[in-house]
């Protein structure tokens, strides 16, 4: 096996590496992403608007990740 086709083996398992790595990340940032839009959803609940506040924090709610 020569230098250059070694170096594209390194690159593609640097590649997956990363890739393994944000895959574990992931849920940590779903996490951070809906406790941060929950707490948005929360303060137009407050807000004084009726049906347009109500749909705001619906639609915040909304974009919540599994």
Known sequence: MNEQSL???EKALGWRKRQMIIKQL???SNQIR???LEEV???FD???GGDTTESFSAYVRSMKRA
């Open 7 to 9: 170096n594209i083996w």
């Open 26 to 28: 992931d849920p940590i």
């Open 34 to 36: 809906n406790n941060t």
């Open 41 to 43: 959803a929360k303060e």
């Open 46 to 48: 407050k807000m004084k």
